[in-house]
């Protein structure tokens, strides 16, 4: 089971908790600024929306939503910032039943849900492994680091291993 900090907009389920009520709507704008994972902060550029429906069947508490917005990330290859659009579905389970073991169910604690932090792993976890400010971003010169989509360089790559300079020929006879 996943537990959460307290920081964050904490949305109060005690009415689907208590069983007054199977269903609650949400839409939320998050005050969000700037997140992060263990190795990078993301700035955020529009704010982030979310929209969705909390459900309850028996003890389980099903979140389905959809959140948008904009983020600002950091290309792989030219390390530009850039802006991201996030429109992102997020299906997850809560529970306030303590013991309920599976570790893919969020526990609720004091009739609280940090929505906040939902939402920013799920977007993390989202975010794709190679991240590029457009499709054919020329990258950094491996030389001299100039950024190869503003400018171009004198620097020739001609840094050739001695034992591959036949494949090269072969290479450039067609």
């Not at 099903?62 to 992102?88: H, M, Q, T, W």
């Not at 039943?97 to 799920?122: A, L, Q």
Request: charged share 35%.
């Amino acid at each position: 089971m996943r537990k959460f900090e307290a920081n964050g907009i904490m949305i109060n389920v005690s009415d689907l908790t208590s069983k007054k009520v199977i269903k609650k709507s949400l839409d939320i704008e998050l005050d969000v600024k700037k997140f992060q994972d263990d190795f990078e902060e993301f700035k955020v550029r529009e704010p982030l929306k979310l929209t969705g429906l909390l459900t309850r069947v028996g003890d389980i508490i099903y979140l389905d939503a959809v959140v948008k917005g904009v983020i600002e990330l950091e290309c792989s290859r030219c390390l530009e910032k850039f802006p991201y659009n996030i429109d992102l579905e997020i299906h997850e389970k809560l529970t306030n039943n303590p013991e309920n073991k599976d570790e893919e169910i969020i526990f609720i604690e004091n009739d609280s849900v940090n929505i906040c932090e939902i939402v920013e792993n799920n977007i993390i976890v989202s975010l794709p492994i190679k991240r590029l400010c457009k499709e054919d971003c020329k990258g950094l010169c491996p030389i001299c680091g100039t950024n190869l989509n503003v400018s171009t360089c004198s620097c020739h790559e001609e840094n050739i291993d001695p034992r591959l300079e036949k494949l090269k020929e072969l290479f450039s006879n067609r």
